[in-house]
C-alpha cells in the first residue's frame, strides 16, 4: 500500500494567499462600517448630553422633582437604547418602537413610575416588562439590584446578547418569562414595577412584595387608558392604594411568547 497523494489544481499556495489578500481586502472594506456601528453605541457626544440636559429640564417643568431620578436620567444615554435611526430624536420625551411590536416608554413615564417607586441603594426591585432595558438601567443607575422578566423571547435573546452595560450594572438580572408569575424563587422584593398595561393587579405579585414595599402599576381603567396606582402591602398582606395620573401602555399579555 502507497500512500496516496490528493491532487490539487489550486496548488498548496491557494488558500493561504486567499486568506490573506481576498479576505483581507474584504475585512478591510468593511472596516469603516463596523467602526461606525461601533461608535455609534458607545458614543455619548456633547450634543447628545446637551439635548439630554434639556429632556431633564423638560421633565422637571412637567413636574418630576426627584433630584435621583433626573439625575440618573441625565447619567444614562438613552440614543444607546435604540436604533441608530432615532439617535437624533432618542431625547424628545416620546416612546419609540423597538420592535416586536414593543416600545421603549415614554421618559417620562420611566421618571414618573420611578419617582413612585421611591427606590433606595441596594433595594430589591422585580420589573415586569424589561423591553429596552431603559428603565431597569434607570433603576440600576439609583442602586437597586433589578430583576426584569421579558414575556418576548426574540427581546430577552436580543437584550442577552446586545444590553450595553452588562458590565456597569452587573446588578441587572433577565429573566425569560411571564410578568404575571413574577419570581417566586427571588422573593420577596421591596419594590415591583410594571411597565405594561395590567388588566388587573397581579396577586403573585403582591404576595411576592414585602411587608411594607411598594407596586407601581398601571392598571386599565373604563376608559381604554391605564390609571398609574401606588400600592404599599400591609403587614397582613392587605394593601393601601394610592392613584395618580393617566397614562398609555402597550398590554401586560398572559404567557411567554417564543
Ligand atoms: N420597561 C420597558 C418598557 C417596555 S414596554 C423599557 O424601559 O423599555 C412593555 C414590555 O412589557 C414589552 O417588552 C412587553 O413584551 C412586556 N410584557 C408584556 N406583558 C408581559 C408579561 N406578562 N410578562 C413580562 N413582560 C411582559
Do not use: C
Not at 416612546?95 to 413612585?116: D, K, M, N, R, W
Not at 436580543?158 to 404575571?180: A, C, E, H, M, T
Amino acid at each position: 500500500m502507497g500512500i496516496k497523494l490528493r491532487k490539487t489544481t489550486a496548488g498548496p499556495l491557494f488558500l493561504p494567499i486567499f486568506y490573506t489578500t481576498v479576505l483581507a481586502k474584504v475585512y478591510i472594506l468593511h472596516l469603516p462600517w463596523h467602526m461606525k456601528e461601533y461608535n455609534r453605541l458607545y458614543e455619548d457626544t456633547y450634543q447628545h448630553k446637551g439635548l439630554r440636559k434639556k429632556l431633564v429640564d423638560t421633565l422637571r417643568t412637567k413636574g418630576i422633582t426627584d433630584e435621583q431620578v433626573l439625575t440618573a436620567i441625565n447619567n444614562i444615554p438613552r440614543h444607546y437604547f435604540l436604533e441608530p435611526a432615532f439617535d437624533k430624536i432618542a431625547y424628545e420625551d416620546r416612546a419609540f418602537p423597538i420592535g416586536e411590536g414593543q416600545t421603549i416608554s415614554q421618559p417620562y413615564t420611566v421618571a414618573y413610575q420611578t419617582e413612585l417607586l421611591k427606590v433606595k441603594k441596594n433595594e430589591k426591585v422585580l420589573e415586569i416588562g424589561t423591553g429596552s432595558v431603559f428603565q431597569a438601567t434607570v433603576l440600576a443607575e439609583m442602586g437597586a439590584r433589578v430583576f426584569t422578566i421579558e414575556r418576548q423571547k426574540k427581546l430577552y435573546d436580543l437584550q442577552q446578547s446586545r444590553y450595553v452595560f452588562k458590565n456597569k450594572y452587573p446588578g441587572i438580572k433577565f429573566f425569560y418569562g411571564d410578568g404575571f408569575e413574577g419570581l417566586k424563587m427571588y422573593q420577596p422584593f421591596d419594590k415591583v414595577i410594571i411597565t405594561a398595561a395590567a388588566p388587573f393587579i397581579p396577586p403573585k405579585l403582591i404576595e411576592q412584595l414585602k411587608p411594607g414595599g411598594l407596586m407601581v402599576l398601571p392598571l386599565d381603567d373604563e376608559s381604554g387608558a391605564q390609571r398609574m396606582l401606588r400600592l404599599t402591602k400591609r403587614e397582613d398582606g392587605t394593601y393601601d392604594e394610592e392613584a395618580f395620573e393617566q397614562f398609555s401602555f402597550v398590554p401586560m399579555l398572559q404567557g411567554k411568547n417564543k
